[in-house]
């Protein structure tokens, strides 16, 4: 049986914030914190969907 790649595709990178000798160090400490944020939920969605594909197998479906 295939497994659907759509877990997989909730797990993708998140590009860190680019920093400059120019950069706001604060604006940059917020950037990473909205990455980090986003890559929480896309580590969260992925186990989500991971812990939902078992249960369909489970049943098999």
Known sequence: MALSRACEDLARNVDDPVV?????????IG???V???????????????QKRQRE???KGK
């Open 20 to 28: 400059t000798e120019q950069s706001d160090p604060w604006q940059k």
């Open 31 to 33: 950037e990473y914190a």
């Open 35 to 49: 990455a980090l944020g986003d890559a929480n939920a896309n580590i969260d969605d992925s186990r989500e969907c």
């Open 56 to 58: 369909r197998l489970s």
